[in-house]
């Protein structure tokens, strides 16, 4: 891959990175709400913290190699192939570990765009916080491993794939 083209990647997945943060800070902000109105906003930045992975794997996807046809399945496949190790192109963004938290943050996510006459219920949403708050522990180092095996054009056979994630 081209030096430039992987460098504007990085930047990408940088920026992408700090808004991920950003909303990892108002989850932990929110955690503790009791009143209705704080867990919908609570659940509202779950919501968010899920649609701005999928921002991230959207990024990584359109850089390699990802069209995903069957729009039906959507969500759930570009999730399951930001685990896939593509040999040759790129590693695996996510770990085993990481894409069972980010499925239970995407399942949340499909709830509340589709709930709208359901009352949440707060020991549910307590669930998908600690799920978020594990995958807040190892995102940023699976991103940063991800990113060290990328390399500029001519020493793409260092890409190494074998590990499939990275914990």
Not at 136 to 155: C, D, T
């Amino acid at each position: 891959m081209e030096e430039e083209r992987l460098s504007l990647l990085r930047a990408s997945i940088e920026a992408q990175s700090k808004e991920i943060e950003r909303i990892f800070a108002k989850v932990e902000e929110r955690r503790h709400g009791k009143s209705a109105v704080e867990l919908e906003s609570l659940a509202y930045q779950l919501h968010n913290l899920y649609c701005a992975f999928e921002d991230l794997f959207r990024i990584v996807a359109d850089f390699f190699e990802n069209r995903i046809y069957d729009r039906t399945r959507y969500h759930w496949e570009l999730l399951r192939r930001m685990k896939l190790p593509i040999e040759g192109v790129r590693p695996a963004l996510l770990s085993e570990e990481s894409y069972r938290l980010l499925d239970s943050l995407r399942a949340f996510r499909h709830f509340f765009r589709h709930a709208y006459s359901y009352e949440l219920d707060p020991r549910k949403v307590a669930l998908v916080v600690e799920d978020a708050l594990e995958l807040r522990k190892v995102y940023q180092q699976e991103i940063e491993s991800f990113l060290a095996q990328l390399q500029p054009k001519g020493q793409e056979g260092k890409i190494s794939t074998s590990q499939g994630g990275f914990t």
